[in-house]
């Protein structure tokens, strides 16, 4: 009886646990196409860059509203947000590149690591503000948005990386 009591619950957790586990393998897939304001977009627009960033380029996309100011000064908010969009992404690149970075050096020390990681997301972060281009850009005439595409090589921020570790492992 006692054993009963134990295992009854404990199946019955184990059942809501697989069941609720499961999920639509059609769930996470890109979007093979992209509908804005009810207007064909470029995939980009709607977030897949996982496709273009398979190359040798680090890419980030990000929008503004048209402003009265003109499309130059819309065009200048979009490029802000989408670099601010490319940090973000890149710091957690950055960490991981830099780990693995140290463990070829061979650099088991946690405080040499933190050191180096911070640099190279120093430095990065001023890359991407003088080393990214624009590479598309298309605009929402409904909404009236528009969106922008950015890139960076990986070989800069690669070659950024090897910098923070040699000024700091010296």
């Keep these: ?7 009854l619950p404990v199946a019955a957790a184990a059942l809501l646990f697989v069941g609720c586990g499961s999920k639509d393998p059609e769930a996470n897939l890109a979007p093979e196409e992209c509908i804005v304001s009810n207007l064909k977009a ?5 977030g897949n860059l996982d496709s273009l960033s398979k190359g040798d380029k680090k890419y980030a996309s990000a929008s503004a509203p048209m402003s009265k100011l003109g499309r130059e000064f819309t065009r200048k908010q979009a490029l802000a947000k989408a670099r601010a969009n490319m940090a973000d992404d890149l710091k957690s690149d950055v960490i991981s590149q830099v780990q693995e970075e140290a463990s070829e050096r061979q650099i088991d020390d946690n405080v040499t690591v933190n050191r180096v990681s911070e640099q190279a997301i120093r430095q990065i ?9 624009q590479v ?15 890139a ?3 070989a ?8 923070a570790f040699d000024s700091v492992v010296r």
């Design 152 to 154: 960076i090589p990986k």
């Design 1 to 7: 009886m006692k054993l009963t009591k134990i295992i």
């Design 125 to 133: 972060a001023s890359l991407t503000l003088k080393g990214t281009s």
């Design 42 to 46: 470029p995939l980009w627009v709607c």
């Design 156 to 163: 800069n921020i690669d070659d950024e990386i090897n910098k």
């Design 136 to 150: 598309s850009s298309w605009e929402d005439t409904v909404a009236k948005d528009l969106y922008v595409l950015i």
